[in-house]
């Protein structure tokens, strides 16, 4: 364990997403430190990240969900420093934070992505809801475009639902994203290093996998293998290497898609710090190819050593 040095695990800070990102910080520091590498927790919202400079760190496991951690930020400070550190560069990282960004990249690279549009917060009161709804199917979801963990999400049927969801979404963001409803089942792929781990199918009994279906309902299942046929798992786990590459992703992370009512995968988003909490889902795939939770930790901290 002493090639790793000094590892800060950054957890926390200031995004809605902070309890999530203590419980993964506070899991992968578990699992450092029981291993034998030198790992100590760090919390950016409560010292500033430039202390690090002064603190002998070797490298960093970036345990930070959301704004401010997921977004490119830190990544951006951590390369000022010259410390390594888990998980995509600043570019990835940037983009794929905003939702209706990385769609657009993936629509014009030729993957499959639900169609959809952007609302800002100047349009908002001006928002044709009725018209935007026919335009998208009739039933649509909504979702601030840089927020993750199902934060600010809201289902819409009608013109009424759209601009309550609206509404709701752009108490999280400036921009929401409006997405054409998609009926079939929703699958999740980690991605650890050049390999896709097996699919994950995800049920709710839920109107849709909100925030309580992930971290709070007992509820809802984690279907792995995801009952797919061999030929299926294999396109599954194809098309989230291709969103993963498409955007410069490197290192680790998640790709989230469903079916629509035609049988045809389409993308959704790509989380480029996924959770590590006891629900989280990259965990749950690792460990169908034989990868423990610690073994799966000091994986992804190993892909900072050739950095």
């Known amino acids: ?131 935007l709804l026919a335009r998208l199917g009739g039933k649509v979801m909504v979702k601030p475009a840089h927020e993750g963990s199902s934060i600010g999400m809201g289902l819409a049927s009608n013109a009424d639902e759209l601009a309550k969801a609206l509404a709701e979404a752009a108490r999280f963001d400036g921009d929401m994203l409006v997405e054409a409803w998609l009926s079939g089942p929703e699958y999740t792929v980690a991605v650890l290093g050049d390999e896709a781990l097996p699919a994950i199918k ?9 925030y309580a279906a992930k971290y709070q309902a007992n509820s809802t299942q984690y279907i792995c ?34 079916m629509d009512s035609a049988g045809q995968l389409q993308l959704l988003e790509l989380n480029t710090v996924p959770g590590m909490t006891t629900k989280s889902l990259v965990p749950m795939a690792a460990k169908q190819v034989g990868l423990s939770f610690s073994a799966l930790v000091l994986k992804v901290l190993a892909t900072t050593l050739d950095a």
């Not at 995800?202 to 909100?210: K, L």
Request: with cysteine.
């Open 1 to 131: 364990m002493k090639q790793f040095g000094k590892v800060a695990v950054l957890a926390g800070g200031q995004s809605a997403e902070r309890e999530v990102s203590l419980r993964s910080g506070a899991a992968v520091l578990e699992a450092l430190c029981d291993a034998g590498v030198d790992a100590f927790l760090f919390d950016t919202a409560e010292q500033s990240l430039l202390k690090l400079a002064n603190m002998q760190v070797d490298r960093a496991f970036i345990a930070l969900h959301g704004r401010g951690g997921e977004d490119g930020q830190v990544q951006a400070v951590l390369e000022v420093m010259g410390i390594p550190y888990t998980g995509s560069g600043v570019l990835a990282c940037a983009l794929t934070m905003d939702k209706s960004k990385t769609k657009a990249l993936w629509h014009g690279v030729g993957l499959p992505t639900a169609a959809a549009a952007t609302v800002t917060a100047k349009e908002l009161n001006s928002v044709d809801c009725a018209e």
């Open 202 to 210: 995800v049920q709710t009994p839920n109107a849709f996998y909100d």
């Open 225 to 258: 293998p995801a009952e797919l046929a061999d030929e299926q798992e294999n396109n599954v786990r194809q098309l989230a290497l291709a969103a993963f590459k498409a955007v410069g992703c490197e290192g680790w992370g998640r790709v989230d898609m469903m």
